[in-house]
């Protein structure tokens, strides 16, 4: 019977499912138990990780019969994708499984900062009356949402932007501005220049890369329009986080909602403490109820589809 090992939380209905059929370890921790995990992998045919298991380095050279490395999740930075396919080791991405989670949550995020009104509940309660304070919130509606990345988490997110009356541009250096794309969206292709200027919220959407490393710089940064919002559920060192840090606290941006980090959990010293109009999420951006189990049952069927060929 082939070996599957789980090294993060998955959804119980889909690890039932694979044990039908075979082998499986399942331990949502065993990601932060280096020597369990080395050995656990040893004999194993595939592994399932999310997005905190290493897969490079001595773990990867730990897996010595593993032919699938299947990802809960989108993002491969934690994964060695060229070594893993050197040794012939097929890598499965969760592709389109958690947009929803992710395009909510920018959606849902912006309009929170945007109307600035939602953290007065313990002072209302304690009977003070905020009102004049409050009242210069402001609407979604005929804003501009600009997207770093038009791949399926951005276009959904434009869709559901679309549909509260946003205006939306794009900036995508992999997407010709010929692409059918752009026309079946309603969605205008923009420098990045050209949308950094204009947007009112911006949102990332691309990997990690030597090309996306600091791509909104602090430079950058300077030069978004007074009161825009700024939205991470890419990657960290993608933004230059103090930067962001900095502005909202000179009050050149209006708030900010970060999901990931740069380094994950944060540190001492982070320049987040004690910054006004942040959210700050831990990595949950594509994690719901919901997309956790579109998620789960996309890898279970494709990692147990890949071991029976």
């Not at 606290?249 to 987040?272: C, I, K, M, N, Y």
């Not at 990595?283 to 719901?288: C, F, K, N, Y």
């Amino acid at each position: 019977m082939k070996k599957i090992v789980i090294t993060e939380f998955m959804d119980e209905s889909a690890v039932a499912s694979l044990r039908t059929t075979f082998n499986v370890v399942y331990d949502p921790k065993l990601v932060d138990d280096t020597h369990r995990l080395m050995a656990s992998v040893a004999d194993a045919d595939a592994v399932i990780v999310r997005n905190r298991t290493q897969v490079r380095g001595d773990l990867l050279a730990a897996c010595a019969q593993a032919t699938v490395i299947g990802r809960l999740g989108v993002g491969l930075d934690n994964i060695d994708v060229a070594a893993c396919q050197a040794r012939g080791m097929q890598v499965i991405p969760a592709t389109g499984a958690n947009a929803l989670a992710v395009a909510e949550y920018v959606i849902g995020t912006a309009m929170l900062l945007l109307r600035g009104v939602y953290l007065s509940s313990e002072q209302v309660a304690n009977g003070s009356w905020p009102r004049t304070a409050l009242s210069n919130g402001r609407e979604i509606y005929g804003t501009c949402l600009g997207l770093i990345g038009f791949g399926g988490i951005g276009q959904l997110t434009a869709k559901l932007a679309q549909g509260l009356g946003m205006r939306v541009v794009a900036h995508d250096p992999m997407m010709p501005p010929d692409s059918s794309v752009w026309t079946q969206t309603g969605v205008h292709p923009n420098t990045l220049d050209q949308l950094i200027a204009q947007a009112d919220v911006i949102s990332l959407h691309v990997p990690l890369t030597p090309a996306t490393s600091n791509l909104l710089s602090a430079e950058r940064i300077a030069q978004m329009r007074p009161g825009a919002i700024v939205i991470n559920t890419s990657r960290g060192g993608i933004v230059d986080e103090a930067a962001v840090a900095t502005a909202l606290r000179q009050s050149h941006l209006g708030g900010a909602a970060f999901d990931v980090f740069e380094p994950e959990p944060l540190g001492p010293g982070t320049p987040w403490q004690g910054c006004p109009n942040v959210i700050l999420t831990p990595h949950v951006a594509g994690v719901t109820a919901e997309s956790n189990v579109r998620v789960s049952t996309m890898i279970a069927s494709a990692v147990a589809n890949a071991l029976k060929d």
